[in-house]
């Protein structure tokens, strides 16, 4: 049997222990990643008719127009994907050329799209300037 010299085994023992030492910290990272991340499941996306909410897309000419909803402003249309809780609710839709209302009655799940064209509807025109 060969002897093997002090230098030789040194390095061999190091090299073992950074090798260890490397498995340690990476077993150390995979652990904390999957502690702190959720779990990498898929699940399916939730039925529509089961949420307690509905869901409010507005559409509106002109493209710029002021979106609110009982009194609270949503941004400007497009408006897509907003959520509404079930039941009845104010909308009114302010363009340069005149502001509409329409009152929505919304069921839980709904999914409700609206196309409007506020000139050609509105309520409350704009007062001229001479």
């Given at each position: 049997m060969r002897s093997v010299s002090p230098r030789t085994l040194l390095?061999?023992?190091?090299?073992?222990?950074?090798?260890?030492?490397?498995?340690?910290?990476?077993a150390t990272l995979?652990?904390?990643?999957?502690?702190?991340?959720?779990?990498?499941?898929?699940q399916p996306p939730p039925d529509p008719r089961a949420s307690p909410?509905?869901?409010?897309?507005?559409t509106t000419l002109p493209a710029a127009t002021e979106v609110r909803v009982d009194g609270r402003s949503l941004g400007y249309a497009p408006l897509?994907?907003?959520y509404l809780d079930a039941g009845?609710?104010?909308?009114?839709?302010?363009?340069?050329c005149g502001e509409?209302?329409?009152?929505?009655?919304?069921?839980?799940?709904?999914?409700?799209r609206l196309t409007i064209d506020v000139c050609r509807a509105r309520r409350v025109p704009e007062p001229y300037v001479l």
């Open positions: 390095v061999r023992t190091g090299l073992a222990t950074a090798l260890a030492l490397g498995l340690v910290a990476c995979v652990t904390t990643v999957a502690l702190a991340c959720p779990p990498w499941r898929w909410r509905a869901r409010l897309s507005v897509l994907g907003h009845t609710h104010t909308l009114r839709l302010k363009a340069s509409a209302r329409r009152t929505l009655r919304v069921a839980p799940g709904q999914d409700v």
